[in-house]
């Protein structure tokens, strides 16, 4: 399965700040996701990052909070926008395709964001 | 709407003997079903899979059972291991189409040795 590098590991950021998080696969793969666990919660999928298009955002999520990027198959970016205490969570990045890859899904290490 | 439950949010069990970790579902389109086990500061990793045409997958100490008439999936592990201790989340995702895997709350296993 794919080895995924996400950077950073963990941060400390001021409220009102933003933060861009990368997440690069050591190869090209056609499903990439961000998801969000907040402390004691599940992980909740923020969107599905698609090449040379715009993310495909799940409901209670907006693009001008968190826009991502999708250059190639290889590399995505999630910004956390004007950041809140709200935010502080771990976020994950995820690649795989269910339809082809029967060990589900591999995710990144996370990054663990404070916001003060 | 929480589509996928995990009730229990710990177990503790005595090395040696069996884990059960348990999982109910409400929405009848997931027809693909996924456990994933996770470490402190790392992310999730994949440990067992079922489709929704089988009723039982087995992988070593892993076996996960499928009820699909009651909507419920559990993981065994036998003989549990110190190792074992992680949170444990169930998933599920519907094959067809879009593939969004939905996941549960997380049980916290302990295995005591």
């Known amino acids: 399965s794919a080895v995924i590098s996400q950077k950073p590991s963990r941060d400390i950021c001021q409220r009102g700040t933003s933060l861009t998080i990368q997440c690069q696969v050591d190869?090209?793969?056609?499903?990439m996701f961000w998801y969000r666990q907040q402390p004691g919660q599940s992980l909740t999928l923020i969107a599905t990052?698609?090449?040379?298009?715009?993310?495909?955002?799940e409901s209670g999520f907006v693009i001008d909070k968190f826009p991502i990027s999708r250059p190639n198959l290889t590399f995505s970016t999630l910004t956390v926008s004007n950041m809140s205490p709200e935010d502080s969570s771990i976020y994950l990045c995820s690649v795989g395709d269910l339809g082809r890859d029967r060990n589900g899904y591999t995710f990144g290490s996370g990054t663990r964001l404070t916001v003060v | 709407d929480q589509q996928v439950k995990q009730n229990s949010p710990s177990l503790s069990v005595q090395e040696g003997r069996i884990s059960i970790l348990n999982c109910d579902y409400t929405?009848?389109?997931?027809?693909?079903f996924l456990w994933y086990k996770k470490y402190p500061a790392e992310g999730p990793t994949f440990l067992i899979s079922?489709?929704?045409?089988?009723d039982k997958n087995e992988d070593g100490r892993f076996t996960v059972f499928l009820n699909k008439s009651a909507k419920h999936l559990s993981l065994h592990i036998v003989p549990s291991q110190p190792g074992d201790s992680a949170v444990y989340f169930c998933?599920?995702?519907?094959?067809?189409?879009?593939?969004?895997?939905?996941f549960g709350t997380g049980t916290k296993l302990q295995v005591i040795p």
């Open positions: 929405n009848s389109m997931f027809d693909y």
């Open positions: 998933a599920a995702s519907s094959r067809g189409g879009y593939q969004k895997v939905t």
């Open positions: 190869s090209q793969v056609t499903m």
């Open positions: 990052a698609n090449q040379g298009s715009e993310a495909t955002y």
């Open positions: 079922i489709s929704s045409i089988k």
